[in-house]
C-alpha cells in the first residue's frame, strides 16, 4: 500500500455554501467542486443535508457524480455515463488522477497494462503524459519504469473511505499485526538464545579463569619448594687462611 500525503481540506468552503444554497445553486457548487485541483476527498459534502435531497430531484445525476469522485473510478464513470452529467475534460482527467490513487493503495508498483485499461488510454505515450500530470499536480508522487513498464509509486493524496475500504483496511492492519507477532516471536527466541549462548560463555570464561588461578599456585607452591631445599641443605666446609694445623712440630734451628 502507498503512503498517502496529508494535505489541508480545501473542501470546506464547498461544504459551508452548501449548507445555505439549494437547486442550481447547490449545483454550481458541486461543480465547483468537481474543478476544484486541490480537491480530492468529498465525503464532508456528500454528508451535507442539501446535497443528499439532490437524490430525489432532477439533480440527482449530479449526486451521483459527486459520489464518483469521492470512491468511482474511471472505468465506474465509463460505465455509468448515461446516468451521470457529462464531465470537462479536467473533470474526467481528475477522475483518472483519482483512479490511479485507488490502484496506488491495493499496489506499489502497476503494471503499464493495468494502468491502460483502468484509465481507458489507447497507448503507453498518452498513459505516461497522464501519469507526468499528475505527478505534477501532486496528486502522485513516484517514477516510470519505461524498461519494465510499470509505475512505482512513492506516495498519493489520500481518498474517502468506503465501506468495503474499511474491511480492507481491517485486514491490512490483521496481517500487519500478524507480522508484528511472528517478529516479537523471533526477536524472543532470539534473545533465548544470546542469553543461552552468553551463560555458555560465563561458564567457560570462569572455567579457564579456575584453571589458570590453579596453574598458579601449583608454580607458586613449586618455586617454594625448590627454596626450602636449598635452605636445608647447610652451608659448605670452607679452610681459613692463616691457621695452623694441630699438631704441627716446630724445627729448631
Known sequence: MSQEKVIEKPLQQFVVQALKLEGDSLVEVIKQALDCVDTFVFAELLECPNVIALETTHHAPYLHALRMFSQ?????????????PELSDPQKKKLQYLTIVTLANKMKRIPYDVLLKELNVDNVRDL?????????????????????DYLEVDWTVGRDVGVNDVDNMIDTLQQWCDSCENVLSTVQARIVDANRTKQEVLKHRAAIDNEVTNVKKAIRTQIQDEEMSVDTSGPTKKTVKGTKPSGAKFWNK
Open 128 to 148: 505516461e503524459d497522464l501519469i507526468i500530470e499528475a505527478i505534477y499536480s501532486n496528486v502522485v508522487s513516484g517514477e516510470l519504469d519505461q524498461q519494465s
Open 72 to 84: 468511482g473510478t474511471y472505468l465506474d464513470y465509463l460505465e455509468k455515463k448515461e446516468c451521470l
